[in-house]
Structures are given as structure tokens and as C-alpha cells.
């Protein structure tokens, strides 16, 4: 497969859409390699973690697309980003809820049929959820820092995060991308992971229905999931499944490690489409 830099001259095209659902409209956005063979072939979506949106990628998604070539799609879920506002707390099945919602929501108004999965920590998770309800058409599922079960310290990480946002400055920075739903975000996060119905949350049923290979990147220092976290998924997936522990990475690794996140997902996609 070319490399990044046999890409370099390529171009992307960005669109966004508005795609309507039940509960209002998702805003999601595509970068189309401009000139390349594969541009038209199975395309990358992309889930973000619990306080993020398209933005937050920041140029990840450009930079897939130019390296292997291929459509890549984000979106923003309902009551995040620039999509449409929720006044309610998600249901407690959220993380396996959105494949069946606005993810089938999504590849239906654009007319997907296969495509590659990759989702950043709770994005990771509904990530294996996409891969069990899809099945073949889900090629390949990657996850980035990615929470299958619940440990103490995935709830002692948002303890402490929900403390830092009592600093006005950090929750103005959150303003910035989800601007007066900032508090239903944190809400949504916080409050969801730490009620007690999520005690005994897990992904082992997903998991083991996937069909596809699987690809886990994660950070031994990540401040929210352990190594266990990828350890479980390959334990109990039915698939091949390909891992990267970055032994100096946190739960952003494809921020402080971009480039070997990047070429991690390059050779695993290389050697499944």
C-alpha cells in the first residue's frame, strides 16, 4: 500500500451534510481523496470518544484519507458537535445503541454498504458493537483507547475529569465545540458511567459476535482503561485481532502518537481490503 508520503500531493474534498433521524439531524462530514484509484472503494467512519466531536479530530480523518487513499466520514452524534441538541441523559444501552441508530442512520443516507469502523475510547466501544451488528459489512473494526468492561480505574479517571471541569477555564474550552450543550455533554458522560447502571457493563457479547478482524491501539498509561481493556477484546473475540501498546501513551495516543497510531492503521487496512 502507499505510504504517506507517496500521498503527499494528493488533495482532499470536504462535504458536510445534515442527515435527519428521529431525534433531529446528525451533522456529518467526508474528505474524498481527490484522483486516486481507491477513493471510491470502502470508506473509513469514524466514532468519537464521550466529549467529542468532528473537530476533535482535528486532521486525522485528512490524514487516513490521503494515505490509504480512501473516503474517510465522521459524524457528530445527537447532542454533541454541531448535530442537534438532546435534554435528556442517553440511555444506559448508548454504547451498543448507536450502531442500530444514527450509525445505520448514516451509512443509509449515504448509500454505504461496506465500510471500516474506527472509534476513539467510547467510540472504540460502539465501534464493536458496529462490528457485531453489521457483520460482513463491517470489513475491519479499529479501536483507540477503547473501554469493553468497566475497571475502578476507568471510573476513577472521569472522578477526576469531572473535578477538572469545575475549572471554568477547561470548560470553556469544551464551549468551544459544543457550545451551550457543554453541561448535557459532561452529563452525558460523567453521569452515565458513574450510575449504577453501569455496575456490571461489559462487551463480551458484541465481541464475540464479530466477524471481521480487529485492530486495538491503546496506551499503557491511558487514564481511563488498562491494558486489560484490549487483553479482554482479543481474549474474546472469535477473530484475528491485531494489537498496538504504545508503553508511553495515554488515552490520546493518536494525538501524542499520531504517526505510529497512523501507520498502525495504514498496515492492518493493507492487509484486510
Not at 24 to 49: C, K, M
Not at 190 to 217: H, M, N
Amino acid at each position: 500500500m502507499d505510504g504517506v508520503q507517496t500521498l503527499a500531493d494528493l488533495r482532499c474534498s470536504v462535504v458536510d451534510h445534515l442527515v435527519p433521524t428521529d431525534q433531529g439531524f446528525v451533522s456529518v462530514r467526508q474528505w474524498q481523496p481527490q484522483n486516486h484509484s481507491r477513493a471510491a472503494g470502502v470508506p473509513i467512519i469514524l466514532l468519537h470518544d464521550s466529549l467529542g466531536c468532528i473537530d476533535l479530530w482535528r486532521d486525522l480523518p485528512e490524514r487516513i484519507a490521503l494515505a490509504i487513499g480512501r473516503k474517510v466520514i465522521a459524524y457528530d452524534r445527537i447532542g454533541f458537535g454541531r448535530s442537534s441538541r438532546l435534554n435528556e441523559r442517553p440511555p444506559a444501552n448508548f454504547v451498543t445503541l448507536d450502531a442500530t441508530g444514527e450509525l445505520a442512520t448514516v451509512l443509509d443516507a449515504l448509500g454505504i454498504a461496506e465500510f471500516v469502523v474506527v472509534g476513539h475510547s467510547v467510540g472504540g466501544g460502539m465501534a464493536l458493537a458496529a462490528g457485531a451488528v453489521f457483520g460482513a459489512r463491517c470489513r475491519a473494526v479499529i479501536t483507540i483507547s477503547a473501554q469493553s468492561f468497566l475497571e475502578d480505574l476507568t471510573r476513577a479517571g472521569i472522578r477526576k475529569a469531572a473535578e477538572d471541569f469545575a475549572d471554568p477555564q477547561l470548560k470553556a474550552r469544551l464551549e468551544k465545540y459544543h457550545g451551550p450543550r457543554t453541561d448535557w455533554v459532561l452529563d452525558a458522560w460523567i453521569g452515565s458511567w458513574l450510575s449504577p447502571a453501569f455496575d456490571d457493563w461489559c462487551l463480551d457479547a458484541e465481541i464475540g459476535r464479530i466477524t471481521s478482524p480487529v485492530l486495538t491501539i491503546h496506551g499503557a498509561l491511558d487514564e481511563y482503561g488498562s491494558p486489560a481493556q484490549p487483553q479482554r477484546i482479543a481474549r474474546t473475540a472469535r477473530v484475528p485481532v491485531s494489537a498496538l501498546l504504545l508503553p508511553d501513551a495515554g488515552h490520546f495516543p493518536h494525538r501524542s502518537h499520531e504517526t505510529q497510531t497512523l501507520k498502525a492503521i495504514i498496515g492492518f487496512l493493507a492487509q484486510v481490503l
